[in-house]
């Protein structure tokens, strides 16, 4: 919905389960035809081990990590990205060139109040039915009623208050949005992962009377016109997702992926030296610094877009003084994390926006580690001996407990004296979207690659998920300008005076980015980087 990011700690599976799979999956290949068809099979399956599974497959619900990456390979969006070769050899895509995906075209009025979509011809889900207008508009009016994350991007930033004005079938093949308002995101934010279209056909058979949007059916099925489907979904254990042979960008090379819940990192490297799977997702810095001496492993990075930051509840005391904010600014010890917890994979986050997207500038930060300007600060604000308090991460976190025990230290150099609690994801996650924590670990990434987008999600005062409660009238009235103004100089230098604002009030403490890395076997070829960090399966193949 908001590209809000919750963790929910699932069933651990057993490493023998996983090479129960692996290897029942090598018998039934055998048994069918010998060495040639197992090895063609092998070629064409990709065993991954992940940290958990999606809590859910539907794309109205609240985006994790794991959701993230289901709906990159189940959904399919109207538009896209056209990709490009970087020069590390990884795919990202152009944010500068939209193009079709299943619509063939479209078109944005001279007066960005509305946009045309022109659908594919011949487009088949992965249940055999032909993409119409009807997918379309049943998609939007799905999405329009669950009042989640499709309500969410049409009201907040397309600003659309009625749906029957807004969303138009002009025909069998073209559909057309309508908007109240100019904005510069009209095209940019089809390209999103959470609005994918719905195979109708499929759905209109699953719903009920009391479940008329077939919630219950996508809770744990996929009907979509994306490169896999779902064929089997157990919670906490497995997905399995099996190639959609009619994808219209062709049918995918790896025909089925294997997803393992692992929760334990350690696990997931056994796993991937053992070569019981092809993919091991999420390993912290020091995993990845061992892994890629193995051989036959191979470690790839990317910076991305993601923020990492410990949000202070800005209406809480004593960091509803920004000179308390940007006293812990000044103590953060940032050349000791990056060497002794990302052993040099992560840069220093130095604004609100992420680094990798326009108008993104750092003059702003000025937080260098100096002790003796933090206790000034804080005297000013009249605590010269400090205060306690209370900073909040998930439980199973290894790198977050990590950052906490040296911040933890770092403060009390300025007599912050700091309770380090370890929390249950779903209990942190309660207590600072009710605002009854000071400090908490949050990491998170804007996925619409646009600065007003990024401000608007985490810095507007109207905002959910600004949790820290961050709040400057000036902020707000630059970033709602921006969403609807199409002068984009205008909207860059307003972006610019956004992150100084910010940059001043503190409402974070400002720490990395941590990339993106995936640790796969060297025969893995394909990788590439999307903004919602998610792997794309058709992107990838064996040798």
Same mark, same amino acid.
């Given at each position: 919905?908001?590209?809000?990011?919750?963790?929910?700690?699932?069933?651990?599976?057993?490493?023998?389960?996983?090479?129960?799979?692996?290897?029942?999956?090598?018998?039934?290949?055998?048994?069918?035809?010998?060495?040639?068809?197992?090895?063609?099979?092998?070629?064409?399956?990709?065993?991954?081990?992940?940290?958990?599974?999606?809590?859910?497959?539907?794309?109205?619900?609240?985006?994790?990590?794991?959701?993230?990456?289901?709906?990159?390979?189940?959904? $399919?969006?109207?538009?896209?990205? $056209?990709?490009?070769?970087?020069?590390?050899?990884?795919?990202?895509?152009?944010?500068?060139?939209?193009?079709?995906?299943?619509?063939?075209?479209?078109?944005?009025?001279?007066?960005?109040?509305?946009?045309?979509?022109?659908?594919?011809?011949?487009?088949?889900?992965?249940?055999?039915?032909?993409?119409?207008?009807?997918?379309?508009?049943?998609?939007?009016?799905?999405?329009?009623?669950?009042?989640?994350?499709?309500?969410?991007?049409?009201?907040?930033?397309?600003?659309? +208050?009625?749906?029957?004005?807004?969303?138009?079938?002009?025909?069998?093949?073209?559909?057309?949005?309508?908007?109240?308002?100019?904005?510069?995101?009209?095209?940019?934010?089809?390209?999103?992962?959470?609005?994918?279209?719905?195979?109708?056909?499929?759905?209109?058979?699953?719903?009920?009377?009391?479940?008329?949007?077939?919630?219950?059916?996508?809770?744990?099925?996929?009907?979509?016109?994306?490169?896999?489907?779902?064929?089997?979904?157990?919670?906490?254990?497995?997905?399995?997702?099996?190639?959609?042979?009619?994808?219209?960008?062709?049918?995918?090379?790896?025909?089925?992926?294997?997803?393992?819940?692992?929760?334990?990192?350690?696990?997931?490297?056994?796993?991937?030296?053992?070569?019981?799977?092809?993919?091991?997702?999420?390993?912290?810095?020091?995993?990845?610094?061992?892994?890629?001496?193995?051989?036959?492993?191979?470690?790839?990075?990317?910076?991305?877009?993601?923020?990492?930051?410990?949000?202070?509840?800005? +209406?809480?005391?004593?960091?509803?003084?920004?000179?308390?904010?940007?006293?812990?600014?000044?103590?953060?010890?940032?050349?000791?994390?990056?060497?002794?917890?990302?052993?040099?994979?992560?840069?220093?986050?130095?604004?609100?926006?992420?680094?990798?997207?326009?108008?993104?500038?750092?003059?702003?930060?000025?937080?260098?580690?100096?002790?003796?300007?933090?206790?000034?600060?804080?005297?000013?604000?009249?605590?010269?001996?400090?205060?306690?308090? +209370?900073?909040?991460?998930?439980?199973?976190?290894?790198?977050? $407990?990590?950052?906490?025990?040296?911040?933890?230290?770092?403060?009390?150099?300025?007599?912050?004296?700091?309770?380090?609690?370890?929390?249950?994801?779903?209990?942190?996650?309660?207590?600072?979207?009710?605002?009854?924590?000071?400090?908490?670990?949050?990491?998170?990434?804007?996925?619409?690659?646009?600065?007003?987008?990024?401000?608007?999600?985490?810095?507007?005062?109207?905002?959910?998920?600004?949790?820290?409660?961050?709040?400057?009238? $000036?902020?707000?009235?630059?970033?709602?300008?921006?969403?609807?103004?199409?002068?984009?100089?205008?909207?860059?230098?307003?972006?610019?005076?956004?992150?100084?604002?910010?940059?001043?009030?503190?409402?974070?403490?400002?720490?990395?980015?941590?990339?993106?890395?995936?640790?796969?076997?060297?025969?893995?070829?394909?990788?590439?980087?999307?903004?919602?960090?998610?792997?794309?399966?058709?992107?990838?193949?064996?040798?």
């Amino acid at each position: 919905m908001k590209d809000m990011l919750k963790f929910i700690t699932l069933g651990p599976v057993s490493r023998r389960a996983l090479l129960g799979a692996t290897v029942a999956f090598a018998v039934a290949g055998t048994l069918a035809n010998p060495v040639p068809a197992f090895a063609q099979a092998a070629k064409e399956t990709l065993l991954v081990g992940g940290p958990r599974t999606p809590e859910s497959l539907d794309q109205e619900y609240p985006p994790t990590e794991a959701v993230h990456e289901m709906r990159r390979n189940v959904y $399919e969006r109207l538009l896209t990205y $056209e990709m490009k070769t970087g020069d590390d050899g990884v795919l990202y895509e152009d944010f500068a060139k939209i193009t079709g995906a299943l619509a063939e075209k479209y078109e944005v009025a001279d007066d960005f109040k509305s946009i045309t979509f022109h659908l594919r011809p011949g487009v088949v889900s992965g249940a055999g039915n032909t993409l119409t207008a009807d997918d379309v508009m049943w998609s939007f009016e799905r999405g329009w009623n669950l009042k989640s994350n499709f309500h969410w991007y049409m009201t907040q930033i397309l600003k659309i +208050e009625d749906f029957g004005a807004a969303f138009e079938k002009v025909d069998d093949m073209t559909v057309k949005v309508k908007i109240p308002n100019p904005s510069p995101l009209i095209a940019k934010l089809w390209t999103n992962s959470d609005l994918g279209i719905l195979d109708s056909k499929v759905m209109k058979e699953k719903i009920t009377d009391d479940d008329k949007w077939g919630q219950r059916y996508l809770a744990t099925a996929s009907a979509s016109f994306g490169p896999y489907v779902v064929t089997k979904y157990a919670p906490g254990q497995e997905v399995v997702y099996q190639a959609n042979e009619n994808y219209y960008r062709g049918a995918p090379k790896l025909k089925r992926i294997i997803f393992k819940e692992m929760p334990t990192a350690a696990n997931r490297v056994a796993a991937l030296q053992g070569g019981a799977i092809d993919v091991a997702e999420y390993l912290s810095p020091r995993e990845l610094s061992q892994v890629e001496k193995i051989p036959g492993v191979t470690v790839d990075k990317v910076f991305g877009n993601y923020i990492h930051r410990v949000e202070m509840q800005n +209406e809480m005391k004593p960091f509803d003084d920004p000179r308390v904010r940007q006293a812990l600014n000044y103590l953060v010890p940032r050349d000791e994390i990056s060497k002794a917890v990302y052993y040099g994979t992560a840069r220093p986050t130095k604004s609100p926006i992420s680094e990798i997207y326009p108008a993104f500038t750092d003059e702003y930060f000025t937080y260098s580690h100096d002790v003796e300007k933090a206790k000034a600060l804080l005297a000013e604000a009249g605590h010269a001996d400090g205060f306690e308090t +209370e900073l909040g991460y998930r439980t199973g976190d290894q790198l977050e $407990e990590e950052i906490a025990v040296i911040l933890q230290t770092a403060f009390a150099k300025a007599g912050v004296n700091v309770k380090l609690s370890k929390l249950p994801a779903s209990t942190l996650v309660e207590r600072y979207t009710k605002g009854e924590i000071p400090m908490y670990f949050f990491r998170d990434m804007a996925i619409v690659p646009d600065a007003a987008y990024v401000a608007n999600l985490w810095l507007n005062s109207n905002s959910l998920i600004n949790y820290s409660r961050f709040k400057s009238e $000036e902020v707000d009235s630059l970033i709602n300008s921006a969403l609807t103004g199409v002068d984009e100089e205008k909207r860059l230098a307003d972006m610019k005076r956004v992150q100084q604002i910010t940059m001043e009030g503190a409402p974070w403490v400002f720490l990395f980015n941590p990339g993106y890395q995936l640790a796969t076997r060297s025969n893995v070829k394909g990788y590439s980087w999307y903004t919602p960090n998610g792997n794309a399966w058709f992107d990838f193949h064996k040798e």
